[in-house]
């Protein structure tokens, strides 16, 4: 009900800003000439120097005050009086007739429609391409951050996930903490029936304490929160564009890096007991359980599954 009743407000008001009538049309020819002969932005009220609210004895007053000072007998020789002496007598005339004045009213508070050559018509805001281009950028890159910030609630979802996973595979279903370090094998699927599918896919894990490692062709990344990538307005598209261009301008360094003035850093090596291994080598899952035939164990690919970016910690030695 209140949604039909705001539509027919609106189109009652567009049939009424569209259908100007006679003495719309005359209150608009008789504004535009106040302003080309008084100053523009003078209005009725502004001429007779009288407020808004003045009451028909006060515009009386104001115009028999006024008429005096334009009457054509006191400015003999001047251009235009005997017209502006007229426009005055019909300004007087409007704000004396309450139906016009309402009228006229309206549109002096809302704004007087200009002559567009075929018509009076309201002066729209229209754009330039500078701001389209603002308001684009600034539109993409704030959706921008609305899915980084999904993807980052949903990468520390991951990651409890698959910390739980570990530990339960290391601790067992009570997950009371065992000393020393422990290997496991995690499932990335979801859910129990993907384990056991042909096209499983596996990671290796190294549980130590309250830390979880991931295992891979290199050094083990911690599995924590700062894995994920937080959302930043630094790392928009619009940020990153404008960094790209800034350091395209600079001049190059000749220098050698010092990475390679220094060497690489050397891997570190998690040497793990074999003992404390469960069954690693012989395909078992992270609950003791047989992997099944055709599942894939997944290394240092496998830190794309649990977020988005690798930091490099090496475990506690004992």
Same mark, same amino acid.
């Given at each position: ?9 609106? !189109? ?130 704030g959706l921008q951050l ?59 894990? !190294? ?9 891979? $062709?290199?050094?083990?990344?911690? !599995? ?7 959302p930043t307005i630094g ?36 040497a793990t007991s074999t ?6 080598? $012989? ?36």
């Amino acid at each position: 009900m209140k949604l039909h009743l705001i539509l027919v407000g609106l !189109l009652s008001l567009l049939s009424f800003a569209l259908a100007w009538t006679k003495e719309d049309y005359e209150i608009f020819d008789l504004v535009s000439a106040v302003e080309s002969t008084e100053g523009k932005g003078t209005t009725f009220y502004s001429w007779l120097d009288i407020s808004s609210k003045a009451t028909v004895p006060e515009i009386n007053k104001a115009y028999r005050k006024k008429s005096m000072q334009l009457h054509p007998d006191k400015n003999p020789g001047v251009k235009g009086i005997n017209e502006r002496y007229a426009r005055l007598g019909v300004v007087a005339a409007i704000l004396r007739d309450s139906e016009r004045r309402e009228r006229y009213d309206f549109f002096y508070k809302n704004g007087v429609p200009r002559w567009r050559g075929t018509g009076y018509y309201y002066s729209r805001y229209r754009p330039g391409l500078g701001s389209v281009v603002v308001f684009l950028v600034m539109l993409s890159s704030g959706l921008q951050l609305v899915v980084q910030k999904m993807n980052y609630k949903k990468d520390l979802e991951r990651i409890d996930r698959f910390r739980s996973k570990a530990r339960q595979a290391a601790w067992g279903p009570r997950m009371i903490p065992q000393p020393g370090a422990k290997k496991v094998r995690v499932s990335l699927s979801n859910s129990i029936q993907d384990e056991d599918g042909p096209t499983a896919r596996f990671v290796d894990m !190294l549980v130590e304490g309250e830390h979880v490692y991931l295992l891979g $062709d290199d050094e083990p990344v911690l !599995l924590d929160g700062d894995v994920a990538t937080k959302p930043t307005i630094g790392n928009t598209w619009a940020i990153n564009l404008i960094k790209a261009l800034i350091q395209k301008a600079l001049p190059k360094s000749d220098s050698p890096s010092e990475e390679t003035a220094t060497g690489q850093d050397q891997p570190v090596e998690v040497a793990t007991s074999t003992e404390e291994d469960t069954d690693a080598g $012989d395909g078992t899952d992270a609950g003791g359980n047989s992997a099944p035939s055709g599942s894939k164990v997944v290394s240092a690919s496998g830190i794309s599954k649990v977020a988005g970016r690798r930091r490099k910690v090496a475990p506690k030695k004992k």
